[in-house]
Every structure is written in C-alpha cells, then in structure tokens.
C-alpha cells in the first residue's frame, strides 16, 4: 500500500508543472484521489481531488481553473498538472487515498512522502 508522488522541481511564475502520484496495492482501488499541499509555517490545504472513473473531481478556489487533476487507471497514476503558477503555490505537494471525497485530509487514510514544488518570482 503506498503512493509515491513526483514531478516538484523549481519553476518561474507563470511556468508549468505537472505531478504524478503513483500507487500500488488496494489504494488505487480507493474511490478517490486528492491532493494536499503545506508551505512553510502554514497548515495543510486540499488542492484537488478525482474519483475512481474520473467523472467527478473538485479544486480549492485558489486552483480552480489553473489546476487540472487526472487519472490513468491503466497505469495506476493520477495527474495534476499545474499551470500558470504563482508564487504561492510553493509548497510541498501530497497525494493522499480515500474512500470519500472530501477536502478534508482527514477523511484520506493513506498518503505518499510528497514532492517539493517552488514557484520563483
């Protein structure tokens, strides 16, 4: 049972990133898919998240049509790509399984190590 996410790295504002979260064991079984992110001295914050057929997904606000969320069942790896990045937005993004749809990161019961995304000025 594990998530692994990848895809942070440095990029200039404005720039585009994408992150994969890929899983194995029965957390891709799990309904949904989200992500989290936490920047320094802040508390973590949902980002978005996709269920299982990919018919439904949700964004916080402050994403909502920058961010896109997807997912390859095929390969077991769900998406995020992130355009026209900001500043804030540097954080350390999570990927995180539930069998609910939720934005809250409580209702996720399993979680990958996460993957730095910093966004220059």
């Known amino acids: 049972v594990q998530l692994q996410a990848s895809g942070g790295g440095l990029v200039q504002a404005g720039g585009s990133l994408r992150l994969s979260c890929a899983a194995s064991?029965?957390?891709?079984?799990?309904?949904?898919i989200g992500w989290f992110r936490q920047a320094p001295g802040k508390e973590r914050e949902f980002v978005a998240y996709i269920r299982r057929t990919g018919s439904s997904s949700a964004y916080a606000d402050s994403v909502n049509g920058r961010f896109t969320i997807s997912r390859d069942n095929t390969k077991n790896t769900v998406y995020l790509q992130m355009n026209s990045l900001k500043p804030e937005d540097t954080a350390v993004y999570y990927c995180?399984?539930?069998?609910?749809?939720?934005?809250?990161?409580?209702?996720?019961?399993?979680w990958g190590q996460g993957t730095q995304v910093t966004v220059s000025s």
């Open positions: 064991g029965r957390t891709f079984s799990s309904d949904v």
């Open positions: 995180a399984a539930s069998d609910v749809g939720s934005y809250r990161g409580a209702m996720y019961d399993y």
